[in-house]
């Protein structure tokens, strides 16, 4: 009798534990912070963890259009796009923005969507960034990007998730906050200006004897390579997709600094091979933005060297949409020409006018 009860008792608190389990996965899985699963079934998707959100978003939100980059990318609107456009966009943003991790994205975007357009963020140093994808391993946890839910134990049993990532974002929804196209915004609360842009380099402390003489890059050019290698593979093998590559404006203190330390030759090299291998296709649309010196040199746009305002991002879109600031094949060597003038007129004058 009394073993009778024990395993009653035995059986009752097993199925009470595998109930408790199973209602704290559905839990999770309804309101699925990172998208793992599925799109919201209700409010507005909260986007504001990109490392975590980003694969669970490429594959289940709906969208026919992708908007891709670094950090300096987060703050363009994605509605506007959408308005100019008539498209529905995903924000695929990746920290560093090398190619080879947005490549992977946008991989993993046309498995399942046909896309109209893909409107990529080019950094200048994406491109002599590794050639390999850095997005598994580490810190990354490898369940964001796997199909199967076998390893998602430590996402669905996980005290952060329940008591964290899911009320804050019920929060965020209900004050729609990174929410639409502004999605990742990350300005809130940033100071831009030239005193906070200077924090980031000082160029007064730069003696003669620390100037560098131009570096070796050879060694990058097989990276530099591949990456363009496979951006061109894309352009071939969708023709029907509309590829418009923005080259961001960083201040006048990352091109002093690349000059200061002997690495501006590699700069340009990117961009002349950027332009001349991107701009023959058809398909794509160059816009650059690197030599407008009214922003560039205008240090109160940023609140780094490299880290602008939500207006440039914005200015930036009415360019590109009004047909400003383009590439072509016939304009691109005046272009390269004329970000050479004023970046040797950044590091000779230019850049001394603040300090004074």
């Not at 670094?70 to 308005?83: C, G, H, K, L, Q």
């Not at 029907?240 to 030759?265: C, H, K």
Request: net charge negative; proline share 3%.
């Amino acid at each position: 009798m009394e073993t009778d009860i024990r395993g009653k008792g035995l059986k009752r608190l097993v199925l009470f534990i595998a109930a408790e389990l199973f209602m704290v996965a559905l839990f999770v899985w309804f309101f699925d912070p990172f998208y793992q699963y599925h799109s919201p079934f209700f409010g507005q998707a909260v986007l504001n963890d990109r490392d975590n959100q980003m694969p669970g978003t490429v594959r289940n939100f709906e969208y026919d259009s992708v908007l891709m980059g670094s950090s300096v990318a987060e703050n363009f609107d994605t509605d506007f796009i959408d308005r100019a456009y008539g498209c529905k966009t995903l924000k695929v943003i990746r920290a560093s923005g090398s190619a080879a991790d947005l490549l992977y994205y946008l991989e993993m975007a046309q498995e399942g969507h046909e896309l109209k357009n893909v409107f990529w963020c080019l950094d200048i140093f994406a491109l002599n960034a590794s050639a390999e994808t850095t997005l598994e391993g580490g810190d990354v946890p490898r369940y964001l990007h796997t199909k199967s839910v076998l390893d998602d134990i430590p996402y669905v049993y996980n005290k952060e998730i329940i008591l964290e990532k899911i009320p804050s974002m019920l929060v965020f929804s209900y004050l729609g906050r990174n929410t639409g196209g502004n999605a990742y915004n990350w300005s809130e609360g940033k100071t831009f200006s030239a005193v906070q842009a200077m924090r980031a380099y000082d160029r007064l402390l730069v003696t003669p004897d620390m100037m560098l003489d131009e570096v070796d890059f050879s060694g990058e050019i097989p990276d530099i390579s591949e990456n363009l290698s496979r951006i061109r593979a894309q352009l071939s093998e969708h023709p029907g997709t509309r590829y418009r590559f923005i080259l961001p404006p960083y201040s006048m203190l990352w091109w002093d600094s690349a000059y200061v330390n002997g690495q501006l030759e590699k700069q340009f090299y990117i961009l002349d091979r950027i332009f001349s291998e991107l701009s023959a296709f058809e398909n794509a649309e160059l816009y650059f933005f690197q030599s407008q010196e009214d922003i560039v040199c205008d240090l109160d746009n940023y609140m780094d060297m490299v880290h602008y305002s939500p207006e440039i991002n914005q200015y930036m879109l009415e360019r590109m949409t009004a047909g400003g600031n383009v590439i072509t094949g016939e304009n691109r060597e005046e272009a390269l020409a004329d970000m050479r003038r004023l970046a040797e007129s950044i590091s000779r004058e230019k850049i001394f006018y603040y300090y004074r």
